[in-house]
């Protein structure tokens, strides 16, 4: 079956501070593997978007990266702002169909304290 | 920034009434989306096209209609709301580099 899961499902930590949030997969053919930001009450923004061959990428203070070996991916968010409080969700894309069909993650709900 | 919009953003409304969450894109994606998310919880396809007069139900089973007339409309239809449908319910559009852009969401509480 496929699926996506994410850890932990919520972290707090101080403005300022680094953070890395967990992604692990078992969606094959496996095609991309992206990271939305959703702010509450908002729909889901994409910060990153991966492909087979990709390890890492950067998109300012996010770095994404992935095993696809192990079928892992991590977001790091370096000097963590009151903005990024948010919900990141992990998705990842099969190759199987053309409706390059998407599995999401749960979510990790981030609060930065000031 | 995504041109992709949703109408209302927020409604409540009785139990049986009709209602229509309203979606529209100005990037001309042929294909759009509607998902489903409960709070703390997976986005869940409901609704999907590929382009104008085509239409598919997607994984979670909804009691909602769409329709595909334009490439830039896809509204969501409930003939007669119930409690069970209250969510919050997300279009979206996807680009030829299969990147998904989505809406701002409405947020639907049935009483």
């Known amino acids: 079956k496929n699926q996506v899961e994410q850890s932990p499902q919520s972290l707090i930590i101080l403005e300022g501070k680094n953070c890395t949030l967990q992604?692990?997969?078992?969606?094959?053919?496996?095609?991309?593997l992206r990271w939305y930001k959703q702010d509450t009450g908002r729909g889901p923004v994409s910060l990153t978007i991966?492909?087979?061959?990709?390890n890492t990428k950067s998109n300012g203070r996010y770095t994404a990266t992935l095993d696809a070996d192990t079928k892992q991916s991590s977001l790091h968010i370096t000097a963590s702002q009151l903005s990024d409080s948010a919900s990141y969700i992990c998705?990842?894309?099969?190759?199987?169909?053309?409706?390059?069909?998407?599995?999401f993650g749960r979510g990790t709900q981030l609060t930065v304290w000031p | 920034e995504a041109d992709i919009y949703q109408t209302p953003r927020y409604l409540v409304i009785g139990t049986g009434k009709k209602i229509t969450l309203e979606c529209s894109q100005t990037?001309?994606?042929?294909?759009m989306y509607w998902y489903q998310q409960d709070p703390g919880m997976e986005l869940h396809l409901i609704h999907y096209?590929?382009?104008?007069?085509?239409?598919e139900k997607g994984d979670l089973s909804s009691e909602s209609t769409v329709s595909r007339i334009r490439t830039e409309h896809f509204p969501l239809t409930l003939e007669s709301a119930r409690p069970s449908h209250t969510s919050q319910y997300l279009c979206?559009?996807?680009?030829?580099?299969?990147?998904?852009?989505f809406g701002p969401g409405t947020r639907l509480t049935v009483t």
């Open positions: 991966m492909t087979f061959s990709e």
């Open positions: 998705v990842v894309s099969d190759r199987g169909s053309t409706l390059g069909r998407l599995y």
């Open positions: 992604c692990n997969y078992t969606v094959s053919p496996f095609s991309n």
């Open positions: 096209s590929y382009g104008v007069n085509s239409t």
């Open positions: 979206a559009s996807r680009d030829s580099a299969y990147e998904q852009y």
């Open positions: 990037m001309g994606h042929d294909k």
